[in-house]
């Protein structure tokens, strides 16, 4: 081999594979990406009309709280299920996600009663822009709870046809990956608005 030879072979890198995502996956993630940018939007505007001044100090309810630690929980036993899904370990899969979307629920109607909370605190949508900001921030966030509780349901329906499995994750991880989303958004939104109150 010739100086010349061995030169380009030094130089010569071979092709590069092209950066590739399940379809799904992609339009998850842009699903992700846009709620955020809701959210952060909402949260400028939430700073920027506190600022103009006529704000009312508004207290979280305590029931908050505990749809918070619900929330976390429902963040593993979702953890717990794709793992489960990764070992074939299928009552216990069933078992993970049934306790997810039970959580998932529960997180629904805390949230609900805590908006009845706010109320007996003579805090409602229609006033004070510090309690409608309150009401947004949950109801948009609960709406999208009420799209991963139906997710959570696919996915249940899916581990009972037993098309969930080692070899077909993909469905389940795209699941976990938004239910942890929404469980994320939530402490943001929670921790925000403890903060900003």
Known sequence: MTGQEQLLMQNYQAPRRPLSM???????????????????????AYMVRKSEGNWLNVEMPTLFWISSAIILISSLTMHLAVRSAGKDDFSKLKTWISLTLVLGLGFLITQYMGWSELVTSNVYFVGNPAGSFVYVFSGLHGLHIVSGIVFLAIIFYLVLAQKVHSKNMNSVQMCATFWHFLDGLWLYLFTFLLLNH
């Open 22 to 44: 399940n379809p799904r996956k992609f339009i998850l993630w842009l699903f992700i990406v846009s709620i955020s940018m809701l959210f952060a939007a909402l949260t400028s």
